[in-house]
C-alpha cells in the first residue's frame, strides 16, 4: 500500500490546517489507520486512529478536542482536522495503515507508513 499525506503548511497559533491521506495501489478500506508525527529532535508519537469502519477514533491526550480524524472509505482517504494549533504541533505528521482493522497507537502496529508531511505553527 502507498500512502501519501499532503495539507501541511504553516499557520499561526490557533489556526486550522486539514490533513489528507490517500491510498494507492490497494485499498485500505479495511484496515484501521493512524497519524503519527515527529517533531525535531524528538521520536516519532502518536496522534490519532480509527478503525476500519470509521469508528473507535481515539486521540493523544495532547491533540485531545482540538483533532478529528475521520475517513472516507469510497475514495480510501483519511483526514486530520487540526484545528486550535499550537506551536508545539510543530512536526511532520505521517498517516499509518493498522495491520489489523482497528486503529493502532504502536509503531508496531502499522503495516505501511507514507511519506510526511510538514506542520509548522509559529506563535
Known amino acids: 500500500v502507498q500512502l501519501q499525506a499532503s495539507g501541511g503548511g504553516s499557520v499561526q497559533a490557533g489556526g486550522s490546517l486539514r490533513l489528507s491521506c490517500a491510498a494507492s495501489?490497494?485499498?485500505?478500506?479495511?484496515?484501521?489507520m493512524a497519524w503519527f508525527r515527529q517533531a525535531p529532535g524528538k521520536e516519532r508519537e502518536f496522534v490519532a486512529a480509527?478503525?476500519?469502519?470509521?469508528?473507535?477514533?481515539f486521540y493523544a491526550d495532547s491533540v485531545k478536542g482540538r483533532f478529528t480524524i475521520s475517513r472516507a472509505r469510497a475514495d480510501n482517504t483519511v483526514y486530520l482536522q487540526m484545528n486550535s494549533l499550537k506551536p508545539e504541533d510543530t512536526a511532520i505528521y505521517y498517516c499509518a495503515a493498522s495491520r489489523t482493522a482497528v486503529g493502532t497507537s504502536r509503531e508496531s502496529g502499522v503495516t505501511s507508513w507514507g511519506r510526511g508531511t510538514q506542520v509548522t505553527v509559529s506563535s
Open positions: 480509527i478503525g476500519w469502519n470509521g469508528g473507535n477514533a
Open positions: 495501489r490497494r485499498t485500505v478500506s479495511n484496515n484501521g
